[in-house]
């Protein structure tokens, strides 16, 4: 458990650098059990990529597999922010990634516990998986986030207002 947490800090931190471009803050760490090595790290990039593919999950995934050079991720873990999603969970698999550990849940996309249950299919594989880890500093991230956006849309609409009832 302790070195869950080490890790997840890891992928708080690249949340936070996904936040300050204003991207929804997710982070990803893809670990080498065996060692303990840092083999992949990712943050969402889908605005500033304009891809709905560059989650973080994705990105750490692909950056794993070019480190080890093959794409079956056999004794790695896979660290995220996020519960992934239904793509991500879908890489997870096809990764052979063997355990997958996240911080808050997704309660309109996870696809690990919440909304669906994606392991629980009769998969060719299916990793071990650890929920709520650091869940309150990984929910924080992402309720301030879209907090925020909210505030910054509400200006933009008084804005777009007031200029329209200016002579």
């Known amino acids: 458990m302790q070195n869950d947490i080490f890790y997840m800090q890891q992928a708080i931190t690249l949340a936070k650098k996904a936040a300050a471009l204003g991207e929804v803050p997710v982070g990803a760490v893809v670990v080498r059990k065996s060692d303990g090595a840092v083999v992949g790290t990712g943050y969402n990039l889908r605005e500033s990529d304009k891809s709905p593919l560059a989650h973080a999950e994705i990105a750490a995934i692909a950056m794993a597999s070019r ?21 991500c969970a879908g890489a997870i698999v096809n990764a052979r990634v063997e355990r997958v550990i996240f911080g808050a849940y997704d309660e309109k996309a996870g696809a690990c516990e ?14 071990e998986i650890t929920g709520g880890v650091l ?33």
């Open 67 to 87: 480190t080890l050079g093959g794409w079956r991720l056999i004794d790695c873990e896979l660290f995220v922010t996020l519960e992934p999603c239904p793509m």
């Open 114 to 127: 919440t909304v669906l249950k994606l392991f629980d299919y009769p998969l060719n594989h299916k990793p």
């Open 135 to 167: 869940q309150e500093e990984c929910a924080a991230l992402l309720r301030i986030f879209f907090k925020q956006l909210r505030e910054q849309q509400q200006i933009k609409r008084l804005q777009s207002v007031q200029k329209e009832h200016t002579p």
